[in-house]
């Protein structure tokens, strides 16, 4: 991409952004401003946030950070120029001693001093890469959402930030799957190389046509199921800790960064 | 490695070269001189190595080329110092018109001032790899030839050099499997990453517990089948080529490099 595509790829990733400010855009995030990453968004007292990030850090494959705010400060710099995590999301949930307590378009109500945000690695951007490379992805073929469950897999946990991983999957031939597995190595900051492919079952899933999130997508003969570590598992972490108040993303609606996903590949 | 240690390696190497020329030594090269590449060997009349070269670079994924000798001359510099390959290597088959016709320790009676040598990668580079990073190999663990298979994929033909794949297949776990992906991706030059995993039929082996070629190994539960390109591919183009005249080095008894597998690295 030639500076002057990147500037543009960013003023439109702004204005987005602003348009969730001002309330004019309130919907999903799924296909915008290709090139540049989005994130998952978790926001939690300074009190947690310390064994949160440990968390993070010991279970990188699912929870890979793109972004940590400073204490109490609603700005991200690490992600992108002027965003107001309060506002610049187009829709949130509350959560309060895990349980979701609310739907909001901001957060002008809700911000306190002592929160903490933090910017999660999506799958949006390695699926991104894959397209890149003529993979097919079916949840986006079939226009779903990605097909997620929980696994017999346990993270390290830190704190009480204790849960099972959870993954996303994507049908594929043995080839692609390969070839997704190199692609998708470049990228450890969106959840990396897959974590399992084929038998559901050697990770705890029981029925592959019914995820615990998402929607099913068919797999065709030939084709394997390809698991990733997926960045549920964060949302799963904060809401099993049944901490007092946390903040995170409407699923779908995620948070627009300034970060270049070619800038995340390691290679 | 520390330079000294290198230069005690590929003395070691030269060493074993040379008891295979005085006739000491006419064994087998498996596990020997850890660290070094050995090569599989394709000598055959300048009239054919045209092709023959052509075909390798149009399916680099089983014939990768290690090195080429100018037309007649018996010494292989690339692959190393002092290599005579009339008498470096331990033990040739001998062809004619595609037909095995017998053995012999050195090439001294069989030398001709129009033969072009081939060096191609061999597995025993990713293998030493996988080791290195705690992924068993199940033909080494039972001490046999790893179990080989001819397949339903046709490699691009160039000239009379027309020959569907032969893979070579280790069972792993898919977590293995995709740590294996990973590490072989970093070595284009030795059949790279594999080919395929999973089902047998799908590349047209119809019984996994039967090799075309080497030995069987068990495959445990959990476990899948992984497919790499095989060197083997180049011989079996070699023989249905039938060419009035070629060499090969007997299987297992290889060309030892003085190239160091890090080396062919290309990561």
Redo the contacts between chains.
């Keep these: 991409m030639v500076e002057n595509s990147i500037q543009l790829l960013r003023a439109e990733a702004k204005r987005i952004r602003l348009d969730m400010r001002s309330g004019a855009y309130d919907g999903q995030t799924s296909g915008m401003t290709p090139g540049l990453a989005q994130a998952n968004l978790a926001i939690m007292p300074k009190e947690y946030a310390g064994d949160f990030l440990r968390f993070c850090n010991s279970n990188r494959k699912p929870c890979p950070i793109l972004g940590v705010s400073d204490v109490g400060d609603p700005m991200l710099p690490m992600c992108g120029d002027d965003i107001d995590i309060r506002t610049d999301v187009s829709r949130y949930w509350l959560y309060e001693n895990g349980e979701p307590v609310g739907e909001v378009t901001d957060l002008k109500d809700h911000w306190r001093d002592d929160l903490v945000t933090f910017a999660v690695g999506c799958s949006y951007s390695f699926e991104e890469a894959l397209i890149n490379a003529e993979i097919p992805i079916r949840n986006i073929e079939m226009g779903v959402t990605v097909s997620m469950w929980n696994t017999n897999i346990q993270c390290e946990g830190a704190g009480p930030f204790q849960t099972p991983m959870v993954v996303s999957m994507r049908p594929m031939t ?2 692609q ?2 070839r997704a ?2 692609i998708c ?1 470049r990228f450890p900051d969106v959840h990396g ?7 559901p079952a ?1 990770i705890g899933i029981e029925d592959i046509t019914k995820p615990d999130y998402g929607d099913a997508v068919e797999i065709y003969p ?1 084709e ?1 199921p390809v698991f990733w570590a997926c960045g549920v598992t964060a949302q799963r972490a904060v809401a099993g800790a049944k901490i007092p108040f946390g903040i995170g993303h409407k699923p779908g609606h995620m948070l627009i960064t300034d970060q270049l996903n070619s800038q995340l590949a390691v ?1």
């Design positions: 043995p080839a799957a390969i597995i190199q190595s190389a897959p974590i399992h492919f084929g038998d050697a030939g394997v290679l």
